[in-house]
């Protein structure tokens, strides 16, 4: 049984120019694919097997990353439980020139052990807390995998909703992408990483359109995975405005994929993301007024106010722990 320490691993990228935005930032939904990659191998070796990811809870990016720089994962294990991991992704990048570092995220993922046939597996161990601080540490990755159960028992009822809301904003837009070999990470079975990173693809089309700028990442609300994506299967994905603060938007899109063979549509996700426009200094740049009009436009901007009000708390929280961590450093 190890401890916390013993399931640690890191990964490093350079960041070229083929990742990155015409401001030379690196694209948030290629360092989330990044960012499940390693939380994927780290998952797999502490379960000595394939896992794959259920849920993952908030991204928040504090700072951009920018082409040159060096991007940094460092991930371990914080809980196993029954047939599933609670996993960490720390992210920094570092400028090769000065050596500064800067925190970019830092991200809790849930993976689930699977057998051959991509059913759930048991895990037969537990981590071993290696000091108190460990202990409290997997007490917290407990309560967290707690918190997310209501959400996964509802996954019979998601997964056959693919009633398509977004087409009720004025704001709206449809991409559909083949599911091809080279998108599979088990099997048959897509990638979570490449499926953020074409979630992130699409979001980012339709913020665009509507500012006429450049855009950064901002945020990934939590987000679950109802229904598994196979090769050969179609995604559509079906994104909204829901919100547009000065600088910055919030989209909603919701994805569903479609087995060719049989006809049959399944709700895989739904995501939130956020953008901040950026203007030619690279500072946040203001972003065109929209005020939502139709029963669902308002009804969804309201809860946006919500999530927004959310994201705010969440910041102060990550920003407090960038500081502790370049304190460390």
């Known amino acids: 049984m190890p ?8 990964m490093i990228q350079f960041v070229f120019p083929e990742y990155a935005n015409t401001h030379g930032n690196l694209h948030g939904g290629r360092l989330m ?4 990659l ?9 379960a000595k097997g394939t896992t794959v990811l259920g849920a993952t809870d908030s991204i928040d990016f504090l700072n951009p990353v920018h082409i040159g720089e060096i991007v940094v994962m460092d991930s371990w294990v914080e809980y196993v439980g029954g047939k599933s991991l609670e996993v960490v992704v720390r992210v920094y990048a570092e400028n090769v020139e000065t050596g500064e570092k800067k925190f970019i995220t830092l991200s809790h993922l849930g993976f689930v052990a699977i057998d051959k046939e991509a059913n759930p597996r048991d895990i037969t161990f537990q981590l071993t807390p290696s000091d108190e601080k460990e202990e409290k540490i997997i007490e917290n990755a407990r309560k967290r995998k707690e918190r997310r159960i209501p959400e996964i028992e509802k996954r019979k009822e998601k997964v056959i909703n693919v009633v398509d809301e977004t087409e009720k904003t004025r704001l709206n837009l449809k991409t559909t992408r083949l599911v091809l070999p080279e998108d599979a990470f088990y099997g ?3 990638s979570v990483g490449k499926l ?10 339709l913020a665009k359109r509507f500012t006429k700028g450049v855009l950064v990442t901002g945020s990934l609300d939590n987000l ?5 994506i196979r090769v050969g299967e179609v995604i559509e994905f079906k994104a909204g405005i829901t919100y547009v603060g000065k600088s910055s938007l919030e989209t909603a899109i919701k994805v569903e994929s479609e087995d060719l063979e049989t006809g049959k549509f399944s709700h895989t996700c739904t995501a939130f993301l956020t953008y901040v426009n950026i203007g030619k200094e690279g500072k946040a740049a203001s ?27 969440r910041l102060k929280e990550i920003k407090k722990m960038a500081a502790e961590w370049l304190k460390e450093t």
């Open 3 to 10: 401890y916390i320490k013993e399931t640690k691993n890191q």
């Open 33 to 36: 694919d990044w960012i499940m």
């Open 38 to 46: 390693i939380g994927s191998i780290t998952s797999s070796r502490v």
């Open 188 to 190: 048959n079975f897509m």
């Open 196 to 205: 953020l990173k074409y979630i992130d693809e699409s979001a980012a089309i």
């Open 224 to 228: 679950f995975f109802y229904s598994p």
């Open 287 to 313: 972003v065109p007024e929209f005020h939502p009009e139709t029963p669902y436009e308002i009804r969804e901007w309201k809860e946006a106010e919500k999530r927004k009000d959310i994201r705010k708390k």
